[in-house]
């Protein structure tokens, strides 16, 4: 009987370290997880740290190389027109230049003078044929290309300008033979270079106040297109 109980309670006592044994080994790894949970969270947290600040750096990088890029962008565009501003200002200035030299040789006076002659004689038709010629390069004026309503305005006063200086030659010409030539009354050459003077006077007059309105209208063109 002694015996019996005995083994009863050995039986039980090893029970009871099994049950330990199954409570210590059930109860570990809550205790493990409980140890390397916090370390998970930091490093969890960590990394999304690490992923937010590498993001927002690749983010502020592309919107830097896209602000960057329009500024680039805007930078060449305005070299591009300001380029452009300076070749129109070339233009005009040959234009105005050209028309203005027109208006210097044609500004004859009340008289008649060796210099006013020698002017019209020589210089002349170069200055109208400086003026064909700055309105061919007339490229970014484009309103001012000889196809143009504007350009043909010009044209047209070219046209006129080489029929006044044909009129003018030829006036100079009989104006010099007859100045040369022998007659039988001084009176009567005097009044006929008188003539001629008159003439030619009539004519560079007549086409100076064309060639003035051409000029007034040349710079009101040129101050709207560079102003606006």
């Avoid at 309670?9 to 080994?25: E, N, P």
């Avoid at 040369?180 to 008159?198: F, H, I, P």
Wanted: proline share 2%.
């Amino acid at each position: 009987m002694i015996l019996h109980a005995a083994s009863i309670a050995a039986f039980f006592a090893q029970q009871t370290q099994q049950a330990q044994c199954v409570v210590q080994c059930t109860s570990s790894p809550t205790d493990s997880w409980k140890k390397w949970l916090p370390a998970f969270v930091q490093t969890i947290v960590s990394l999304v740290s690490i992923g937010a600040g590498v993001w927002i750096a690749a983010w502020s990088f592309s919107k830097n190389r896209q602000s960057e890029h329009e500024q680039w962008v805007r930078n060449q565009r305005a070299e591009h027109e300001q380029w452009i501003r300076d070749q129109k200002k070339a233009e005009w200035s040959r234009l105005l230049e050209s028309v203005a030299n027109i208006y210097r040789i044609l500004y004859l006076g009340k008289t008649m003078n060796r210099e006013i002659e020698e002017a019209l004689k020589n210089e002349l038709k170069p200055a109208i044929r400086a003026l064909s010629v700055a309105l061919a390069n007339c490229i970014f004026l484009e309103e001012f290309r000889p196809n143009n309503e504007k350009g043909k305005k010009i044209t047209d006063f070219i046209k006129s300008a080489y029929i006044t200086s044909n009129k003018i030659s030829m006036r100079l010409e009989l104006f010099d033979s007859t100045r040369e030539k022998e007659t039988s009354s001084e009176e009567d050459r005097q009044e006929e270079l008188m003539g001629y003077v008159n003439s030619i006077l009539n004519e560079g007059f007549k086409f100076a106040d064309e060639h003035s309105d051409l000029l007034l209208w040349i710079q009101e063109e040129a101050a709207r297109d560079l102003m606006s």
